[in-house]
């Protein structure tokens, strides 16, 4: 019923500005009539009517406060503007919240926990920073965090200081206007009117810049700055992201450490794009002699020697080792450190190696610590024994029959470098397609190609179970004609890769994840702390 009456009050006040002509009070005339007469009502008035079409979230405040400056002045127009957007906000928030808030919240409440969450921690400085810098649209702001964890009243104070920076701006740009006699170049072209056009354009980059100060100050005021630092930058992890960095920062003559607590190179050289890209080159080679004879070359028979296979794939690791060196980065000027980092502030990294623990300093800090394979827990998994892009490569024997699960670009490639030397490959996914990322004329390129050389496909389906029967590995699949048990020698999983971001101080310093689990960054790849970047 409450509901109900909102919506008639609200039908109500939409009909009546139609039926008294709403657009008149968007122009400055209607107000400089009455002023003449009626200056106090003439700012009541105002007030109601800025209010009302707040609170209708009908657009227009910025010309209502262009107006209300050039009508009231700057004094007196701030202070209308101020109360009246604030109060017409108010009031939008109520209206949205009372209609929509437990609709929304039923409807989407697994999707708003981690929204709901950081608005009830910090709701009231995000609203402000809305506020500060107006680039979302006024009434929307109004209109979602009515939907939200945030009481009124907090509501109703951050938008009244939060607004009155932005509404001073634009109030004084209004005065400044409401001072013209003369509209030709040279009156418009006066000091005054410059400045406040200027300050109009310059005010969101001003307030951006300030509450990005604010906001780093804020959040490190919990720790202790160090009195000096022994680098410039620390980088977590040497893989290509850390060994790019490390270098460009040494190539700019910045003292920088890079800790590394397994192997230089990281995934990209060790179990990633050199060994895959060795091992398809390969598959690629035996492919193409098999093929030869469709242009008329008729090579012999192919013989595929798999553990020389696999021993190229090795040297052409080692041929790469050397550019990626603790030898080559120290000559760099790079101080390479083997062991565990754990992150203790912004600025300190202390660092397990085999010689005792030690902690350096630095003025900012990288992480790049890498992914690692995702891999589901399915009943009998441990027991059959699996593979990920990460072991692979330790493998010697050829498999007759390789089970590949997941379709993305890892599995795709490793499918189809098994099949080409020589293994029968299955290979199983839970979508209605291979490749679900890429776009559809490549999907379906690659999948005609999978088919043309006999790579089988069980789309739609999924493990739901492995096991053991007289020595051989089964894997149980659902499909959508039911269960069906396949037999194979290797089973590989590449279901995709997770961020590394537990084991070394990511709690410290509450760095937020995205959605995805991976460190959440802005534009400049910085953290949610301040110098630590990702």
């Not at 800025?50 to 979230?57: F, H």
């Not at 992150?343 to 190696?353: A, H, Y």
């Amino acid at each position: 019923m409450k509901k109900i009456l909102i919506v008639v009050v609200l039908a109500a006040l939409v009909g009546a500005l139609f039926v008294f002509d709403a657009q008149q009070y968007l122009s400055p005339e209607f107000y400089q009539t009455w002023f003449s007469k009626q200056p106090l009502l003439t700012g009541l008035m105002f007030f109601v009517i800025y209010v009302v079409m707040t609170a209708l979230s009908i657009p227009g405040a910025a010309a209502m406060t262009l107006i209300g400056g050039a009508i009231f002045g700057f004094g007196w127009g701030l202070l209308l503007i101020s109360f009246a957007s604030s109060l017409g906000a108010t009031l939008a928030f109520v209206i949205s919240r009372l209609l929509f808030k437990d609709w929304v919240q039923s409807r989407f409440k697994e999707h708003l926990k981690t929204i709901n969450a950081g608005i009830e921690k910090d709701g009231a400085f995000y609203l402000f920073t809305l506020r500060l810098i107006p680039l979302v649209p006024f009434f929307v702001i109004n209109l979602v965090m009515g939907l939200m964890p945030i009481r009124a009243v907090t509501f109703y104070w951050v938008s009244q200081l939060g607004m009155l920076a932005g509404t001073a701006v634009f109030v004084n740009a209004g005065a400044q206007l409401g001072q013209l006699d003369d509209l030709s170049l040279s009156g418009i072209l006066t000091p005054g009117i410059l400045g406040s056009f200027v300050l109009l354009a310059a005010f969101p980059w001003l307030a951006r810049t300030v509450l990005n100060r604010f906001k780093n100050k804020r959040l490190l005021s919990k720790f202790t700055r160090p009195k000096k630092f022994d680098d410039n930058l620390l980088v977590i992890g040497a893989g290509a992201g850390g060994l790019v960095s490390a270098y460009i920062a040494a190539a700019t003559k910045a003292k920088v450490s890079l800790i590394e607590k397994h192997k230089m190179g990281g995934d990209c050289l060790n179990t990633g794009c050199v060994p895959s890209k060795a091992l398809i080159h390969a598959a690629g080679l035996a492919h193409d002699m098999r093929e030869a004879k469709s242009i008329g070359i008729n090579a012999a028979e192919i013989d595929v020697d798999f553990t020389q296979v696999m021993q190229s794939v090795h040297d052409g690791i080692k041929a790469v080792e050397p550019h990626d060196s603790i030898e080559r980065y120290t000559k760099l000027g790079v101080n390479c450190i083997t062991g565990n980092a754990t992150i203790i502030d912004p600025w300190t990294v202390e660092i397990q190696t085999e010689n005792g623990v030690q902690r350096r300093t630095a003025r900012n800090l990288i992480i790049a610590a890498g992914a690692r394979p995702k891999v589901f827990p399915v009943e009998g998994l441990d027991e059959v024994g699996y593979y990920t892009s990460d072991t692979l490569w330790q493998i010697t024997e050829q498999p007759k029959t390789m089970l590949v699960v997941g379709a993305g670009p890892i599995g795709c490639e490793l499918a189809q470098s098994f099949h080409r030397l020589g293994s029968k490959v299955i290979m199983v996914d839970p979508a209605p397609q291979i490749l679900g990322r890429e776009d559809e004329d490549v999907v379906q390129a690659v999948t005609e190609q999978f088919l043309h050389e006999n790579i089988q496909l069980r789309l739609n389906t999924l493990p739901t179970a492995y096991k053991i029967e007289n020595g051989k590995k089964i894997a149980v699949l659902k499909t959508p004609d039911g269960l069906e048990e396949v037999e194979f020698d290797a089973l590989l999983i590449a279901v995709g890769r997770i961020a590394n971001t537990t084991g070394y101080g990511l709690e410290a310093l509450d760095i937020q994840l995205d959605e995805r689990g991976n460190i959440a960054v802005d534009e400049h790849l910085q953290t949610s702390m301040p110098g630590v970047f990702a």
